[in-house]
């Protein structure tokens, strides 16, 4: 059997690791992007994102049921999921045991937080301990390419990243890390209907998305979290002219005055905050939650990154 990817697989099915009980996958989300525009590569390019990971997450649980009757009641898998699911197994040639889903998520739907993606990262690295299968990040990059366009969340390092054709572009890394502030805005968007608005915007400003990511790739060679903020900042501004965040005017006007890196967003979503390579202290954390509820937001704090 071929994998969604299309080549041939080198593993024999094996029966499910079902012994110890529920099984877990669990896959972070992400506070949108540190930079996402046009990559040049070949003639037709793609859309670029350097997903940001945060220490939010999805859960997905396997219970192999052993008593008869009705299953207990429990959220099943979502469409998408449960899809990734059919993948797998038809990918291995393998049959799930009788057993039931559970699952569990952070990471709030429509707002840039790679919730979907991270339901079906989390649903396959359960389906590989269920089987105890060697995790394969080329599995699930076939698997995600068949379903939709992602983040590229199954990694555990930074990575310049086609969404729409699920290829890795270069690999940035691990070590650089950022302590956040951020709000979540009203709405949702949709990253489909808007495509092609992001593209005329990508061909308008190509030069400018260059230089940006080329600051942003030599603030990672280099493990600047710093400049790896300074660029994360011109992505954003880039982002206002296409999909402007109400709260981004503030963010930049009052940064200084925090003593903040740099500032993110979601491009594709509803995510605005601030980057800090160093903790904020609990004084200047009574300082942001203050100002944001001035702006009207609730204030989150979170880590994001490896570093």
Not at 134 to 139: A, L, M
Request: aromatic share 10%; charged share 20%; glycine share 10%.
């Amino acid at each position: 059997m071929r994998d969604p990817a299309g080549s041939r697989l080198p593993y024999r099915p094996r029966e499910p690791d079902v012994d110890g009980g529920t099984v877990s996958g669990v896959c972070q989300g992400t506070l949108g992007e540190l930079y996402q525009g046009p990559s040049r590569v070949g003639a037709d390019p793609g859309i670029a994102v350097v997903s940001f990971p945060v220490d939010r997450h999805a859960w997905v649980y396997f219970t192999p049921r052993t008593a008869a009757g009705p299953p207990p009641h429990a959220p099943p898998l979502g469409k998408k999921s449960a899809e990734a699911a059919r993948l797998f197994l038809d990918h291995y040639g393998l049959t799930l045991p009788p057993g039931d889903w559970h699952t569990h998520s952070e990471l709030p739907v429509g707002v840039g937080m790679a919730s979907s993606t991270a339901d079906i990262v989390a649903t396959l690295r359960c389906l590989f301990r269920v089987f105890s299968l060697p995790y394969d990040t080329e599995v699930i990059r076939g698997v995600l390419a068949r379903i939709e366009r992602s983040d590229s969340v199954f990694l555990d390092e930074f990575a310049l990243y086609l969404s729409g054709r699920h290829r890795v572009v270069r690999r940035l890394g691990p070590d650089v890390g950022f302590h956040t502030a951020y709000v979540t805005e009203p709405g949702t968007v949709d990253t489909a209907a808007v495509t092609p608005l992001l593209l005329d915007h990508y061909r308008r400003r190509g030069e400018e998305y260059q230089r940006c990511l080329t600051d942003l790739v030599k603030g990672f060679d280099s493990g600047d979290p710093a400049a790896v903020a300074r660029a994360a900042t011109v992505s954003a501004a880039l982002s206002q002219e296409v999909l402007p965040k109400a709260t981004f005017g503030s963010l930049q006007a009052h940064r200084e005055r925090f003593g903040a890196d740099g500032v993110f967003v979601a491009h594709t979503g509803c995510l605005a905050g601030y980057l800090f390579a160093s903790r904020p202290g609990a004084q200047v954390k009574s300082d942001l939650s203050a100002f944001f509820r001035s702006i009207g937001h609730q204030c989150t704090f979170a880590q994001g990154g490896y570093g």
